[in-house]
T-cell receptor, first 112, second 111 residues
Framework: AAGVIQSPRHLIKEKRETATLKCYPI?????VYWYQQGPGQDPQFLIS???????DKGSIPDRFSAQQFSDYHSELNMSSLELGDSALYFC???????????FGSGTRLTVV | KQEVTQIPAALSVPEGENLVLNCSFTDSAIYNLQWFRQDPGKGLTSLLL?????REQTSGRLNASLDKSSGRSTLYIAASQPGDSATYLCAVPNTGNQFYFGTGTSLTVIP
C-alpha cells in the first residue's frame, strides 16, 4: 500500500538559507500534519491542513510557512534557517473523521 | 492540553527477557492510542493501534493494552531480541488528529 512520501530524505543548508520540504499524503487522505523532532526530543506538532486550508497551528516559527496544494501534497517552507532548525521533519496524513494517521519517513535537515 | 508521559526513559535488558513499557496520558477522552518504533535517525514505524473501545491489541511478540479510565497504556514485548533495540513512542491524537507524543523509552536488548 502507498505510504506518506517525503522529499528530500536529507537536506543540508547553511545558516540564513531557505529550505522547502515536500510531503505527498496517502491517496484520498485530505489532511496533512507537519512535526519537528529535534535531537533526543519527541516530535512536536507544527501545523496541519485540511482540504487545503490551515486547520491547526502548533509551535511553528514565524520564519516557517506551509501550504497544501490542490493535489493535497504539502510543502513546508523554511526561511532564514538557524542552527537550531536542524531536526527531523515528519509529515503525516489522515482522512478526516478516522482519527488515524500515517507518518512519512521524515526529512533530516541539517543547518551548518 | 494532552500530556503524554513514558517510563522508563531508558531500559536495558538481556536477550530473551520479557519487558513492559509504560505510557500515561492526562486526558482520558481519547479516540485511540498508537505505539511507534523509531530507530536512531530514522522515521516512525507504527507498531500497534488501539481504538478507545478496545482493551488490547496483539501483533506477534507485541501486546499493547489500554486502560482509558486510568489514562494508561502498556506495551509488552515478549522474548526480546537485539533487533528490538530502538526508541518506542506512544502517541494519542486529539479531535483534529494532531498527535501528542510521549518522550519515548529507549530500549537496548543485550545479546
Amino acid at each position: 500500500a502507498a505510504g506518506v512520501i517525503q522529499s528530500p530524505r536529507h537536506l543540508i543548508k547553511e545558516k540564513r538559507e531557505t529550505a522547502t520540504l515536500k510531503c505527498y499524503p496517502i491517496p484520498r487522505h485530505d489532511t496533512v500534519y507537519w512535526y519537528q523532532q529535534g535531537p533526543g526530543q519527541d516530535p512536536q506538532f507544527l501545523i496541519s491542513f485540511y482540504e487545503k486550508m490551515q486547520s491547526d497551528k502548533g509551535s511553528i516559527p514565524d520564519r516557517f510557512s506551509a501550504q497544501q496544494f490542490s493535489d493535497y501534497h504539502s510543502e513546508l517552507n523554511m526561511s532564514s534557517l538557524e542552527l537550531g532548525d536542524s531536526a527531523l521533519y515528519f509529515c503525516a496524513s489522515s482522512l478526516v473523521g478516522t482519527n488515524l494517521g500515517s507518518f512519512g519517513s521524515g526529512t533530516r535537515l541539517t543547518v551548518v | 492540553k494532552q500530556e503524554v508521559t513514558q517510563i522508563p526513559a531508558a531500559l536495558s535488558v538481556p536477550e530473551g527477557e520479557n519487558l513492559v513499557l509504560n505510557c500515561s496520558f492526562t486526558d482520558s477522552a481519547i479516540y485511540n492510542l498508537q505505539w511507534f518504533r523509531q530507530d536512531p535517525g530514522k522515521g516512525l514505524t507504527s507498531l500497534l493501534l488501539i481504538q478507545s473501545s478496545q482493551r488490547e491489541q496483539t501483533s506477534g511478540r507485541l501486546n499493547a493494552s489500554l486502560d482509558k479510565s486510568s489514562g494508561r497504556s502498556t506495551l509488552y514485548i515478549a522474548a526480546s531480541q537485539p533487533g528490538d533495540s530502538a526508541t518506542y513512542l506512544c502517541a494519542v491524537p486529539n479531535t483534529g488528529n494532531q498527535f501528542y507524543f510521549g518522550t519515548g523509552t529507549s530500549l537496548t536488548v543485550i545479546p
